[in-house]
């Protein structure tokens, strides 16, 4: 973990990469741990260039933070992070 200069209060873990199936292709994302004030977020940038912001509400609700709401792209995205988070607690 590192703390950047430029946002004080933040905090960057380790990024990481996954793969999901969107509408029957797969896409790719560089998603990157943010703890910010105490709030954890997902910094995720897409095989084609776009950023998106998730966070974690409750159980398996992940929503988009610009649009604060879930949509299909923020739910699997988020299932996926969910799996890679699983898999490294188990190693």
Known sequence: MKETSFYPNTVI???????YPYYGLFGSA???PVSEEGELTYHCRLLNGTDIVLKKLFQSKWVDTNLNAETSLSKVIGLSIDDIIKIKKGA
């Open 13 to 19: 873990k380790e990024q990481f990469k996954i793969d």
């Open 30 to 32: 560089l998603v990157t």
